[in-house]
């Protein structure tokens, strides 16, 4: 049993006489050990400041002063309470661990946060009790949160929440960490040499899918931001800049978007797609940028897109141009049409003609799984079948499973989500889809549907303003490469489609691109020497996408009879 004590007070000068106990006595653990304080106010919209400190006391007159010093911009909004929280146990290490999850699971509850940056020390890092702290005393904190209605949802409903994933408070590891420190320092430098040479520079950041760049990019987006907006830094050349986050995926672009409400430094204006930011620049609609995030850029167009209204002839020289700096999130193997086909020669004239810096991040978040399910899956889309991998290594355990029958596997993704939510069927784009027209009274609109064996499933709708995974009536749906890319799931079911079958005198997977229903992925690049193996690669780079989604399993039905023979056949040899 944990053995909390809290107390309730008012936010203001007062504060101090309000935490002597009914007798006049001291509160022992709070007044003399590490605690965690939340100052809030409930309103139509709920705000928050969350801390802790080694002196609750200290702290709180500090946090008063400071807002006299600044009575036109109040670091709180004006929040009223203050919940002061201590444990018999509470140790350095534990609050600063708790209240890196308490910021995160306030963000995902909806509230507005006051505070801007991430505590220093990694939450990642692990000390004595850990798991006690994590599993015991954060649960306990947050039952009694519900119970007082200061919070709403329960820690797994905000886990899955796309918010929770993209946070900018999440505890960076040591690389993604030096990551974010290097790039803040070396756009400031570049900053200030810009303002001389007038010569743009590119940070290009690299790394397979699952390696937490949505993570470390929405933490470095924020922190810019931040300083961008902070009178006490004015020396820093990011003080009062023009920045901008791009993204590729109308459901990522949600994602921030939501963020951007619940963070007072974002702005959804400034936070658009690729095209849209090049477009307004040229209308006068923004200055040039100082700094601009670009995620996922493999996705950036590589040829004039008429449907997008992208009249130019590349877009990442486009943003480039109109930007000071430009710092890149790139994975070479995540493209998935001709028409922003990237690899690593592709980025040589960049690095030629502009000054430039590289990171490469190699740590797998996503997949909580040993080194063989992760060399089989990486092993699969370069077109290799391995043994049945070990699905239970190094203190990892993952539900790695091969299926006979489609329905099997919907039937156990729906039982996950059932469990654990964030589950979904996903499907490489071997299935007709279009965009339905709106139709007229009494007609019929087309559906398009994925079929697995004897399961057939309609493709993902998208017209909704959560992001698709997120939405408890799309467990009956099945997403596609663009619903899903960039995004967690807790298990995933792949359909692998007709276009990937298998090559029974190779041993080993045969591509075959006429199969493939995303037409638009195969138009424009006539200039590519190759098209027919760039085809092939776009579907396998489709696959890389898809199995890379799950965070505790990953489920596949293959619709070609010679390879789900095949992969059916290492079931057996296990």
Known sequence: MTKLHITEVDYNDSFEKQLYNLDGSKDYYI??????????????AKYAYIGETNSIVRRTQQHLLDDQDNKHEPKFNNLHHMLVIGEETFNKSATVNLETRLINLFLADNFKLSNTKQTKLLS?????????????????????????????????????????????????????????????????????????????????????????????????????????????????????????????????????HHLAKRLKNLSKNHILKPTTFIN???????????????????????????????????????????????????????????????????????????????FCLTEQFRINAGPSVLHWINDFVNCK???FPKIHEQGKSYDFRIFNNGNDMFEAIK??????????????????????????????????????????????????????????????????????????????????????????HKNELKILPNKYKDTDAFRGRHDLSNRELAKKQIILNSINVLMKRGIHGLYIFAEDKKLRSKLVSLNHQN
């Open 415 to 504: 039982k996950r989500n059932r469990e654990c939510k964030l589950s979904r069927v996903v499907s490489t784009f071997d299935y007709e889809y279009h965009i339905p027209k709106k139709s007229k009274i009494g007609e019929k609109e087309a559906t398009y549907k994925v079929q697995a064996g004897t399961l057939e499933l309609p493709w993902n709708t998208t017209n909704n303003d959560n992001s698709w995974a997120e939405r408890d009536e799309t467990i009956n749906e099945a997403g596609s490469i663009y619903t899903i890319q960039g995004a967690d799931l807790n298990y995933v079911g792949v359909i692998l489609g007709p276009s990937i079958s298998f090559d029974e």
């Open 280 to 358: 307004e620049i040229d209308k006068g609609k923004h200055d040039i940028a100082d700094v601009t995030l670009v995620d996922e850029a493999h996705l950036l167009l590589t040829s004039k897109d008429k449907y997008n209204n992208f009249i130019y002839q590349n877009q990442l020289e486009e943003v480039i141009k109109r930007s000071k700096v430009t710092v890149l999130f790139f994975d070479p193997h995540q493209f998935l049409k001709l028409k922003s086909y990237w690899n690593e020669s592709d980025l040589q004239p960049f690095k030629q003609k502009y000054k430039h810096k590289e």
């Open 31 to 44: 007044n003399n050990f590490p605690v965690l304080y939340v100052i809030y106010t409930l309103s139509k």
């Open 124 to 256: 990642t890092n692990d000390y004595y009790q850990k798991e006690y702290y994590d599993d015991v005393v954060l649960k306990d904190l947050w039952a009694i949160l519900r119970k007082r209605h200061l919070v709403n949802e329960s820690i797994d409903f905000l886990e899955n929440s796309d918010v929770y994933k993209i946070s900018p408070f999440k505890s960076l590891s040591s690389s993604q960490l030096t990551l974010k420190e290097e790039v803040i320092k070396v756009s400031q430098n570049w900053l200030k040499s810009y303002n001389q040479d007038q010569k743009p520079a590119i940070y290009i950041v690299k790394g397979d899918a699952g390696v937490g760049k949505s993570v470390v990019l929405s933490s470095i987006y924020n922190e810019i931001q931040n300083i961008s907006h902070n009178k006490n830094v004015k020396e820093n050349a990011l003080y009062q800049t023009n920045n901008y986050l791009l993204v590729n995926h109308n459901e990522m672009l949600k994602q921030y």
């Open 385 to 387: 079948i391995d043994e």
